[in-house]
């Protein structure tokens, strides 16, 4: 059945109280932006804590679901049947179609639940119920009623139209993105730290993103890999904009400077201060990482809190507790692991020590910083001045009504 219609149910938005209308206004700029994608013109319309997107002439079905099952804050998909409000036999009349259309030849159970939100309507709820049941029993005797566990639930909802459905697919949940403000993501191409974007822009948390790049240690391909995984990210989140920085010569010079087995850690704090710079610069109001503790030398406690204390904004680490196996599982999930697993060099990679401190002193390493201190400066600007921004997942706008 080709259905002009869905119904999109938003649990945790609903009970916002006052902010109700900023989570209601972000997902439906995030419907329209991923429905940007699909073949057809489609409105969004919202009704009394009901929203709908409504095709207009014939569109992609499956790709319009696909673009819906992407959108943070959707916790149900309806296909739904829209009709005229009719006299109770002509709406009982339509029900028994509409269930005959979808489940032809069944002998599943069912309930019939009606919701009547115009009570202005000559039936109440309970009198539509017990009227379509029998109706639908008369004319399918196969089926049967049971209100306890039903395996089909048909739903009527009677606003300025009558509504039918009784399919919810189920949405991803969350929070509508760009509801929560925005974060810089610090996106390498890796596993962890696209499923670390994923986590906190579900949160509603609109992202950014920087990768940091060593060329001629990191090849084209390695940022072609890091734009493929924020292309990913971005179906869930619409756009992102990557910010591309030339860290060579930073890298260079704490390679040059500092003891080899601090390598990581100097590195890591000189990458969280651009992360913080290019926050700041963009609105960005935290720094989102992919590190788990106890992962790697560089992610014990002692060395999380070495790169810690270069930020002043909030660092969110959403993977901080998660096993590896467990990061793996969401990073299928949402489709990012095949590009995490390809073999191009991180830039970190090819500056690794053999023997990596895995309890830093802090002190230790706040004395071994300032042999960086002739240069260090500079570098970081000329490292801000390389930013090049890539928008990542701008597809091609189609017509909005
Ligand atoms: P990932 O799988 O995300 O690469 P990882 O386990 O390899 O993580 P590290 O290399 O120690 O861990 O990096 C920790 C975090 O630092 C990453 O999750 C990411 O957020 C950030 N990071 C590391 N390298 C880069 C880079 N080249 N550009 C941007 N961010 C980076
Ligand atoms: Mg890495």
Redesign the pocket.
């Known amino acids: 059945m080709q259905y002009q219609s869905f119904l999109i149910k938003y649990a945790e938005i609903a009970i916002k109280g006052k902010n109700r209308h900023i989570f209601e206004d972000a997902l439906v700029k995030q419907i329209k932006i991923a429905l940007r994608k699909v073949e057809g013109t489609f409105s969004v319309t919202r009704e009394y804590g009901r929203m709908f997107v409504s095709a207009q002439g014939d569109y992609d079905y499956d790709e319009a679901v696909e673009a819906l099952k992407h959108v943070f804050g959707i916790v149900g998909i309806c296909p739904v049947e829209v009709s005229d409000v009719d006299a109770p036999d002509k709406l009982k009349e339509k029900a028994v179609s509409f269930f005959g259309r979808e489940y032809p030849d069944t002998d599943k159970s069912f309930k019939v639940h009606v919701r009547r939100l115009d009570k202005r309507y000559p039936l109440d709820s309970q009198q539509l119920n017990a009227m379509i049941g029998e109706a639908i029993l008369e004319a399918y005797p196969s089926t049967h009623v049971d209100v306890h566990e039903p395996d089909i639930m048909l739903q009527v909802e009677i606003r300025e139209k009558v509504y039918f459905y009784s399919h919810v697919i189920p949405g991803p949940g969350g929070l509508p993105v760009g509801s929560g403000g925005k974060a810089m993501?610090?996106?390498?191409?890796?596993?962890?730290?696209p499923v670390?974007g994923y986590m906190i822009a579900k949160r509603g948390i609109k992202l950014d993103a920087?990768?940091?790049?060593a060329p001629p240690y990191t090849s084209e391909r390695a940022l072609q890999k890091v734009i493929d995984l924020a292309a990913v990210i971005a179906k869930y989140t619409g756009p992102i904009y990557l910010h591309n920085i030339n860290f060579t010569a930073i890298q260079m010079y704490i390679y040059e400077k500092c003891p080899h087995d601090e390598l990581?850690i100097h590195m890591?704090r000189y990458?969280m201060r651009i992360a913080e710079r290019l926050a700041r610069d963009n609105e960005c109001g935290a720094i989102?990482?992919?590190?788990s503790v106890g992962?790697?030398a560089?992610?014990t406690m002692a060395s999380l809190q070495a790169t810690n204390e270069v930020c002043t904004l909030p660092v969110f680490r959403p993977l901080i507790g998660f096993d590896k196996e467990e990061i793996i599982t969401v990073s299928k999930k949402i489709g990012t692991y095949e590009t995490?697993i390809l073999p191009y060099e991180?830039?970190?990679t090819i500056f690794v020590a053999k023997h990596p401190v895995t309890k830093p002193n802090v002190d230790v390493i706040r004395r071994h910083e300032k042999n960086l201190s002739e240069d260090i400066d500079r570098l970081f600007e000329e490292a801000i001045a390389t930013d090049e921004v890539i928008i990542v997942g701008k597809e091609d706008v189609r017509q909005m009504a």
């Open positions: 993501l610090c996106l390498s191409g890796g596993i962890d730290s670390a920087v990768y940091f790049n990581t890591r990458m989102i990482t992919g590190e992962q790697v560089s992610q995490s991180d830039c970190c």
